[in-house]
């Protein structure tokens, strides 16, 4: 080394030893912060992400439980709308155009459950999924499932099954409980086709493998009030734990199972909060709650961006990963849980399905939340590229389920009852004043709501953007 440069290292050097700044970098020692202070934020901040990572576990047991004590039925049982949904199903995001057939099942309980499928005829069909108890789609049935609309026996078994198969299409799930969400297609929701849903449904038959009967105990959901949605205080955390004692624990996801043990909630034990721990999870809880509702609105992406304030109704994740959030480098537990505060039953075809496809609007034109507060209207246009017909439907942002006691929960392109605009488009209005307005959907003043934009036969003008839905309009009185 020259003496030259070794001088000016020599000064170099000096100079950040004695530099002032470089004191400066030095990070200022923590303020001290009480011990038991350090403790409940660090409680509240563990029990808002752990409820954000089983949120689709309390979504599943709210559903399952919903049914079992309001309507009766068990693991063995088909449960059913014999009519088009109104807003006593508060199930989150159903529609009331097509209705649902479930069953609620537990492997560990029943073994191997079978589900006999009947062909599709001309004036009925199937269009749904068998999915485990984080909602994640195994298979599809139906016309556009694995049956092709032919029928089949489906044999739903274990991670691992090596018994019986032949002769079943295989449903294997990783997880203890699961369900059927199927959509039953008819013709029309009138009076003489939802008689023959009715019986194409009891069609179905569905019994442990190998039992000696296949007698089928089939429940109609319709007329009483079914309560399926998240309630956000010491339920949620009580249905947090029944689903940690009952599933199987998912080793790719343990640390989240830590950080329930550190609220109390671990497989094997008792949960049992103190007083104090009981008013933190509720404050936690109504937190949790807060976070899914500003969820609902802006987590996922615009369809048409700068050309309407439309989204789709679900993160990109979704679709990229199979509704299961999990890819070779992370879990994206936060959108999971969003999703699935206010959803449920994505198709294992998620990303390709032709049947159904539907975008979310959570926002009006000028980019405001939608209150009831307020009047609103939108024009739809008359080329809706949707083979069958459109619908739209309204929702509560509180729980993603229909609007409380309202008497139109939704209008569809082929209903009887909606009045369309002489050059062919249709114009919808939400109030909560909807008396003497056409087309109107009500809703509560003073309480965020969003709705669905169904196209069910959608088109190669939604799929190339050609289309694009315009925007929900606040009306100025």
């Known amino acids: 080394m020259s003496r030259t440069r070794s001088v000016i290292l020599s000064v170099f050097s000096c100079v950040l030893l004695a530099s002032p700044a470089s004191a400066e970098t030095k990070a200022p020692p923590a303020e001290p912060i009480d011990q038991?202070?350090?403790?409940?934020?660090?409680?509240?901040?563990?029990?808002?992400?752990?409820?954000?990572w089983i949120m689709p576990q309390v979504m599943y047991q709210q559903m399952e439980q919903?049914?079992?004590?309001?309507?009766?039925?068990?693991?063995?049982?088909?449960?059913?709308?014999?009519?088009?949904?109104?807003?006593?199903?508060?199930?989150?995001?159903?529609n009331n155009n097509s209705p649902y057939v479930h069953t609620y099942h537990d492997l560990s309980k029943t073994g191997p459950m079978v589900l006999e499928v009947p062909a599709a005829t001309e004036s009925n069909s199937f269009f749904g999924t068998f999915l485990d108890s984080w909602h994640r789609p195994i298979v599809d049935v139906g016309s556009d499932g694995a049956d092709?609309?032919?029928?089949?026996?489906?044999?739903?078994?274990?991670?691992?099954?090596?018994?019986?198969?032949?002769?079943?299409?295989?449903?294997?799930?990783?997880?203890?409980?699961?369900?059927?969400?199927?959509?039953?297609l008819t013709g029309s929701t009138s009076p003489e086709d939802m008689e023959k849903h009715q019986k194409y449904v009891r069609k179905l038959k569905f019994y442990p493998l190998g039992a000696e009967s296949t007698d089928t105990n089939f429940v109609e959901l319709d007329g009483k009030i079914y309560e399926a949605t998240i309630p956000f205080d010491a339920r949620f955390?009580?249905?947090?734990?029944?689903?940690?004692?009952?599933?199987?624990?998912?080793?790719?996801?343990?640390?989240?199972?830590?950080?329930?043990?550190?609220?109390?909630?671990?497989?094997?034990?008792?949960?049992?909060?103190?007083?104090?721990?009981?008013?933190?999870?509720?404050?936690?809880?109504?937190?949790?709650?807060?976070?899914?509702?500003?969820?609902?609105?802006?987590?996922?992406?615009?369809?048409?961006?700068?050309?309407?304030?439309?989204t789709l109704p679900v993160p990109n994740e979704m679709m990229v990963?199979?509704?299961?959030?999990?890819?070779p480098n992370w879990n994206d537990y936060q959108s999971r849980g969003a999703t699935f505060y206010f959803y449920f039953a994505p198709p294992a075809s998620l990303s390709e399905s032709?049947?159904?496809?539907?975008?979310?609007?959570?926002?009006?034109?000028?980019?405001?939340?939608?209150?009831g507060t307020n009047d609103y209207a939108i024009t739809i246009p008359a080329d809706v590229p949707a083979r069958r017909f459109w619908s739209m439907l309204t929702y509560a942002t509180k729980d993603g389920s229909y609007i409380f006691e309202s008497n139109r929960i939704g209008i569809a392109s082929n209903e009887e009852a909606t009045v369309a605009n002489s050059d062919g488009t249709t114009t919808l209005r939400w109030s909560s004043a909807c008396e003497?307005?056409?087309?109107?959907?009500?809703?509560?003043?003073?309480?965020?709501?969003?709705?669905?934009?169904?196209?069910?036969?959608?088109?190669?003008?939604?799929f190339d953007q050609s289309f694009v839905l315009p925007d929900i309009n606040r009306v100025k009185e």
């Open 354 to 371: 032709k049947s159904t496809t539907y975008i979310k609007g959570a926002l009006d034109s000028e980019g405001r939340k939608l209150d």
């Open 148 to 184: 092709e609309g032919k029928g089949a026996k489906y044999l739903i078994v274990p991670k691992g099954y090596s018994g019986e198969k032949e002769g079943y299409i295989v449903v294997e799930q990783e997880t203890n409980k699961g369900y059927i969400s199927f959509r039953s």
């Open 237 to 310: 955390w009580d249905a947090a734990n029944a689903m940690v004692q009952a599933e199987v624990i998912r080793d790719d996801e343990k640390a989240f199972y830590g950080m329930l043990r550190s609220i109390g909630i671990e497989k094997g034990r008792p949960f049992e909060p103190d007083a104090e721990e009981s008013a933190m999870l509720e404050a936690s809880a109504r937190r949790l709650h807060a976070e899914m509702m500003n969820d609902v609105v802006y987590f996922a992406p615009e369809l048409w961006p700068g050309k309407s304030r439309w």
């Open 321 to 327: 990963t199979e509704a299961s959030y999990a890819s």
């Open 436 to 462: 003497g307005k056409e087309n109107c959907m009500p809703v509560i003043e003073g309480e965020e709501f969003f709705v669905l934009f169904r196209l069910y036969g959608p088109e190669e003008a939604f």
């Open 36 to 52: 038991a202070e350090i403790e409940r934020e660090r409680f509240l901040r563990r029990a808002v992400e752990a409820g954000t």
């Open 66 to 94: 919903g049914a079992f004590s309001t309507f009766g039925g068990d693991e063995k049982t088909i449960y059913f709308f014999g009519y088009p949904m109104t807003w006593k199903a508060r199930m989150v995001t159903g």
